[in-house]
């Protein structure tokens, strides 16, 4: 798998997930403990019954689904999503165990078991971003130079 499939399978991916969010039947209720407090409640639920949603979430994915297709292009504009995508998902991660930061201060819920999918994504996409970027194929403009 290259960057460029990374790109493209995670967009379709976090795409899905995003309208998956949209659809009632996905979406089940709030458990009975008390959840951080969010100023946007609209569509707010737990997607599949383990991760916490709402109408921001599920617009976000779709925007980051987006632009994974888009990347998906280029190998450089693939590489690019990859790196960026590990980075701000590992930070979004982090904020999930932080209390406040955890709701996104509250726009979006990033707790519980959004978590460990942002950490496991984005350690992927830091593999292809960061550690299997060699040997990509590159335009006439950096013939000559080696990719790294």
Not at 29 to 57: A, R
Not at 131 to 146: A, F, H, L, T
Request: glycine share 12%.
């Amino acid at each position: 798998m290259s960057a460029r499939n990374f790109a493209l399978f995670s967009g379709i991916f976090f795409i899905a997930i995003g309208i998956l969010g949209f659809v009632p039947g996905m979406v089940s209720i709030p458990p009975t403990q008390p959840d951080p407090e969010l100023i946007v409640n609209t569509g707010y639920g737990y997607l599949f019954g383990l991760f916490p949603t709402n109408l921001v979430h599920n617009l976000v994915h779709i925007a980051v689904g987006v632009w994974g297709v888009t990347s998906a292009r280029t190998p450089k504009s693939a590489i690019l999503y990859c790196q960026a995508f590990a980075i701000l998902y590992s930070l979004i991660a982090v904020m999930g165990l932080l209390p406040g930061a955890g709701t996104t201060f509250g726009l979006m819920p990033i707790f519980g078991g959004n978590v460990l999918l942002n950490l496991a994504t984005a350690a992927i996409a830091a593999y292809f971003g960061f550690i299997k970027v060699s040997g990509i194929d590159v335009g006439p403009e950096d013939k000559g130079r080696v990719a790294s």
